[in-house]
């Protein structure tokens, strides 16, 4: 079935990297997203990568994708403490009717 | 451009009792979506709408929720009669197509159930 794993907690120091991990089980994804969400608030798209990708990087956002091991990544290079929340990895569904399939969430914990 | 808009934003209720929410999703958006999302956990899809007709239903508790999109346009889901493992955040979302361009949520509404 369709599955999205991702570790459930991450506490770095203001300034240092992130890096947050997230395993998929379905290999026809046809894309893969990085959602952000902040308390009280709705799912912010970060940032996307194609399948036959291996790589995107957008500012502070360098998203690392190995389809063998069907793992993708998101560094958050220079991290502040309004970086501070839940990220989601999330994988289109098989049937490309626009479903998502959530991860459960990694907590940033942003020390200053 | 205003996104996808949802009401109420809290809204807190007995077991056994029947409640709505509203969604109304972003202008031209043919696709709609509610997710529900329990506490520590991700969202996952209830339903989609292409226009007017059901696309994926396949995780929705029929026997208790139901949800509608009469004109293609707003959405309502509904549910009746409320367990206490109900209480979540519903979040709306919409997209251009079911490929998924454009593809916006909105804030949700959080229910309690108690």
């Known amino acids: 079935g369709e599955d999205v794993e991702q570790s459930l907690f991450l506490s770095v120091r203001e300034g240092d990297s992130s890096v947050i991990n997230c395993t998929y089980t379905?290999?026809?994804?046809?894309?893969l997203y990085w959602y952000k969400q902040e308390p009280g608030a709705g799912l912010q798209l970060l940032t996307y990568?194609?399948?036959?990708?291996d790589m995107k990087q957008d500012q502070r956002l360098t998203v690392l994708l190995n389809k063998k091991d069907k793992h993708l990544s998101l560094r958050i290079a220079d991290t502040q403490t309004g970086d501070s929340a839940i990220y989601f990895c999330?994988?289109?569904?098989?049937?490309?009717?626009?479903?998502?399939?959530f991860g459960q969430g990694t907590t940033l914990q942003v020390k200053p | 451009e205003a996104g996808v808009a949802q009401s109420p934003r809290y809204k807190i209720i007995e077991k056994r009792q029947s409640v709505a929410f509203w969604c109304n999703p972003i202008?031209?958006?043919?696709?709609l979506y509610w997710y529900q999302q329990i506490l520590g956990q991700g969202p996952k899809l209830l339903i989609q709408?292409?226009?007017?007709?059901?696309?994926?239903d396949s995780q929705l508790p029929k026997d208790r929720f139901s949800a509608e999109r009469l004109k293609g346009v707003d959405s309502t889901l509904k549910i009746q009669p409320a367990k206490l493992e109900d209480s979540a955040v519903y979040l709306c979302?919409?997209?251009?197509?079911?490929?998924?361009?454009?593809?916006?949520f909105g804030s949700g509404t959080r229910l309690t159930v108690v």
């Open positions: 979302a919409s997209s251009l197509d079911v490929a998924g361009r454009g593809y916006t």
């Open positions: 379905d290999s026809s994804s046809t894309y």
């Open positions: 990568i194609f399948s036959n990708m």
């Open positions: 999330a994988e289109s569904s098989r049937s490309n009717t626009g479903k998502l399939i």
């Open positions: 202008s031209g958006h043919a696709t």
């Open positions: 709408f292409q226009n007017n007709g059901v696309v994926d």
